[in-house]
């Protein structure tokens, strides 16, 4: 089984024992975490992505580490004008381990009913 979900304005595919690199979550290492919003689910080649069945499923996980991104350079230059000008970015990351993805009995229903069809 595997989730597509949504947190920080990004999509990421998940199964359970995964880890990824999401943006910061509040919390610490070792902390249980609530992550993102399920978009989609595939339990046994059934596709689950109606979104009143959604909203009940829960992807929890456990923070494992957090972290900041390389450093990204922002430079802007003008020809002939003597402009110059040098920024850099550092994105700060949280490190997941996903634990569960828990559907609800409304899901169970569904899913069970997708297997069959």
């Keep these: 089984m595997y989730a597509i979900i949504q947190t920080g304005g990004k999509q990421?595919?998940?199964?359970?024992?995964d880890e990824i690199l999401i943006e910061r979550l509040e919390g610490n290492q070792g902390d249980k975490v609530e992550v993102g919003k399920?978009?989609?689910?595939?339990k046994e080649g059934a596709v689950i992505a109606d979104s009143a069945a959604l909203s009940k499923v829960k992807v929890k996980g456990t923070i494992v580490e957090q972290l900041r991104d390389k450093k990204?350079?922002?430079f802007?230059?003008?020809?002939?004008?003597?402009y110059r000008?040098?920024?850099g970015h550092r994105q700060l990351l949280t490190r997941v381990r996903i634990d569960k993805i828990s559907l609800g009995r409304a899901k169970k229903e569904k899913v069970e009913e997708a297997v069959e069809a």
């Design 76 to 82: 802007k230059y003008k020809p002939k004008k003597d």
């Design 12 to 17: 990421y595919k998940v199964s359970e024992k």
């Design 38 to 42: 399920a978009v989609l689910i595939n």
């Design 85 to 87: 000008r040098k920024k």
């Design 72 to 74: 990204v350079i922002v």
